[in-house]
């Protein structure tokens, strides 16, 4: 098991650096429970990685039009900014992973389906922010993930080309992105195993980002 060679390394925020979408989940639950709908795991999967608004566009799909949209944000949202404005959850390694690459030389960006705000916001909390040249967001690009329109980006703004970027990603949508972009893309899941045709796009797929870490030593 080893790494190409590279010279950058494009990381996804949501589930890969900070552990948020656990969080997501049970808020966007409990809101779509208050208006009598059940968000089931299978459905909860198809919305990972993927920007919210195509979320959203799935649910009203799923649930039909007596799915109020409105209704449904306006009941996650500020509950979801108020336990997020404390505290941040880092994914496990996250830290020592992103200050090694950075002492080594190694240049570093997001590319991610949260909003430009979210994404400052969250990243500022979990004192992660320093470590990034540039941060890619839903704001950012024309198609979100599984489109490769967010790690093309991260890469032009390095200066960096895709195929000397590792792509780290905890989704599908995520690995599609960073393959379709021509970046090598790492899993490390955080809720859902890759299935079989996504396992082949993966150059690794692996248990955590200290895992990642041991390799680049």
């Not at 040249?133 to 329109?149: R, S």
Request: aromatic share 8%.
């Amino acid at each position: 098991m080893s790494l190409p060679p590279f010279d950058a390394v494009l990381f996804d925020m949501d589930g890969t650096l900070i552990n948020t979408e656990a969080l997501y989940m049970e808020e966007w639950v409990r809101a779509a429970a208050l208006q009598g709908y059940e968000l089931t795991d299978a459905l909860w999967h198809q919305f990972l990685g993927r920007p919210t608004e195509d979320c959203l566009t799935l649910m009203a799909k799923h649930f039909g039009p007596s799915f109020n949209v409105d209704a449904h944000v306006n009941e996650w949202r500020p509950r979801l900014a108020d336990r997020l404005a404390a505290e941040v959850p880092l994914m496990p390694g996250a830290q020592a992973l992103v200050s090694a690459l950075k002492d080594r030389g190694t240049r570093l960006a997001v590319a991610t389906s949260a909003t430009r705000t979210s994404a400052h916001t969250y990243l500022t909390t979990a004192g992660l922010i320093g470590f990034f040249e540039h941060i890619v967001t839903w704001d950012d690009v024309t198609a979100g993930k599984p489109a490769p329109d967010p790690f093309l980006q991260a890469a032009e703004r390095l200066g960096v080309v895709p195929a000397r970027c590792l792509a780290i990603e905890d989704t599908e949508a995520g690995v599609r992105s960073a393959h379709s972009a021509g970046a090598f893309p790492i899993m490390v899941p955080s809720i859902k195993q890759p299935s079989a045709d996504v396992r082949e796009l993966c150059h690794l797929v692996l248990n955590d980002l200290t895992e990642l870490h041991t390799l680049i030593k």
